[in-house]
């Protein structure tokens, strides 16, 4: 099926507390020198809140591209060359490994040096490079945060939405960050970037249905790695790939031995979040010129083996 074919399911989420924090994000803004805006690396477009572009396209830049560790490999390193620009750089980040600690502050130092130039040229002491960390719910930006100051400052979770208050947390005696909590736009771009946000957890539970979220996303997986998920549950040449045979092939049933598909379509949503499908990116960066003259053999790879499923859910 053709990723035009999606029957994408409708969805809004607005929090008032991120409305709020929408409100003051311009002053926040006039306090530091550099943002750091979190995506989440399977969803590199769909993650970006472009309001929040426009306004800090003023802004020397670091995307972190988080939770690449779930993602794939291929999509990782091609995002990576297709998102940076001019006083934007990009890097790839597992905010549960804190490995890429001194990489990021080697971005925020070099990408805030202009500003610090500038103030001491005013004959102003230097001091350190402020941070503003910013991106949609769930993203992972307190996780990150976390992980680079080596205890929990900032309080996380799996929902979106919950951090809720700033706070400006010292990561290197030359940066200061200022966490912020996720921000989103009031109607989203499309209802496929809802219901691709609702796949990762971006967008609170309450404001999607999980059938209709995990169809959109069968289909989606199917147009972008044909055939992993019939593998992956096992279904025959001939079973159609669908939420019904999914059921059937986990013996997920009701009374009646009707299949129960909100068990399935819940399976399914949390087994592709933990990556046991397989490294998965659903928005696809296209080949550049020069790229497609050399990775022919890149582009033609299998995609990762997905792990075992679990037997229950």
Same mark, same amino acid.
């Given at each position: 099926?053709?990723?035009?074919?999606?029957?994408?399911?409708?969805?809004?989420?607005?929090?008032?507390?991120?409305?709020?924090?929408?409100?003051?994000?311009?002053?926040?803004?006039?306090?530091?020198?550099?943002?750091?805006? @979190?995506?989440?690396?399977?969803?590199?477009?769909?993650?970006?809140?472009?309001?929040? %572009?426009?306004?800090?396209?003023?802004?020397?830049?670091?995307?972190?591209? #988080?939770?690449?560790?779930? /993602?794939?490999?291929?999509?990782?390193?091609?995002?990576?060359?297709?998102?940076?620009? %001019?006083?934007?750089? @990009?890097?790839?980040?597992?905010?549960?490994?804190?490995?890429?600690?001194?990489?990021?502050?080697?971005?925020?130092?070099?990408?805030?040096?202009?500003?610090?130039?500038?103030?001491? =040229?005013?004959?102003?002491?230097?001091?350190?490079?402020?941070?503003?960390?910013?991106?949609?719910?769930?993203?992972?930006?307190?996780?990150?945060? #976390?992980?680079?100051?080596?205890?929990?400052?900032?309080?996380?979770?799996?929902? /979106?939405?919950?951090?809720?208050?700033?706070?400006? @947390?010292?990561?290197?005696?030359?940066?200061?960050?200022?966490?912020?909590?996720? @921000?989103?736009?009031?109607?989203?771009?499309?209802?496929?970037?809802?219901?691709?946000?609702?796949?990762?957890?971006?967008?609170?539970?309450?404001?999607?249905?999980?059938? %209709?979220?995990?169809?959109?996303?069968?289909?989606?997986?199917?147009?972008?790695?044909?055939?992993?998920?019939?593998?992956?549950?096992?279904?025959?040449?001939?079973?159609?790939?669908?939420?019904?045979?999914?059921?059937?092939?986990?013996?997920?049933?009701?009374?009646?031995?009707?299949?129960?598909?909100?068990?399935?379509?819940?399976?399914?949503?949390?087994?592709?979040?933990?990556?046991?499908?397989?490294?998965?990116?659903?928005?696809?960066?296209?080949?550049?010129?020069?790229?497609? %003259?050399?990775?022919? =053999?890149?582009?033609?790879?299998?995609?990762?083996?997905?792990?075992?499923?679990?037997?229950?859910?």
């Amino acid at each position: 099926m053709q990723q035009s074919d999606v029957i994408t399911p409708k969805i809004q989420w607005y929090p008032g507390h991120i409305a709020k924090y929408e409100r003051k994000l311009s002053e926040l803004l006039k306090l530091v020198d550099v943002v750091v805006e @979190v995506l989440d690396a399977r969803l590199p477009v769909a993650s970006v809140n472009h309001r929040l %572009e426009t306004t800090i396209r003023n802004k020397p830049t670091l995307i972190i591209l #988080n939770k690449s560790d779930l /993602a794939d490999p291929v999509q990782n390193k091609r995002w990576q060359k297709a998102l940076a620009g %001019e006083n934007r750089r @990009v890097m790839l980040y597992d905010a549960k490994g804190g490995q890429a600690k001194s990489q990021l502050i080697q971005h925020v130092l070099a990408l805030g040096e202009a500003s610090m130039q500038k103030l001491m =040229a005013k004959g102003r002491k230097r001091r350190p490079v402020r941070v503003l960390v910013a991106g949609m719910p769930n993203v992972g930006k307190s996780t990150l945060i #976390n992980s680079i100051v080596g205890q929990k400052k900032t309080k996380t979770g799996h929902r /979106a939405g919950v951090t809720r208050d700033t706070q400006w @947390v010292r990561i290197h005696p030359e940066v200061e960050l200022m966490d912020s909590p996720g @921000v989103i736009p009031p109607q989203l771009d499309s209802d496929e970037a809802g219901a691709l946000l609702a796949t990762v957890s971006s967008i609170g539970d309450a404001a999607f249905d999980e059938e %209709e979220v995990a169809r959109f996303l069968i289909e989606t997986i199917d147009g972008l790695y044909p055939g992993q998920l019939s593998r992956y549950f096992k279904l025959d040449d001939a079973e159609a790939l669908s939420l019904e045979n999914m059921a059937l092939a986990r013996h997920y049933k009701l009374s009646g031995d009707q299949p129960d598909l909100l068990r399935t379509a819940q399976a399914l949503l949390t087994e592709f979040r933990h990556a046991r499908l397989g490294r998965m990116t659903l928005e696809h960066a296209q080949h550049s010129p020069k790229e497609r %003259e050399v990775s022919e =053999a890149e582009a033609t790879s299998p995609t990762p083996e997905p792990t075992e499923p679990p037997a229950e859910i």
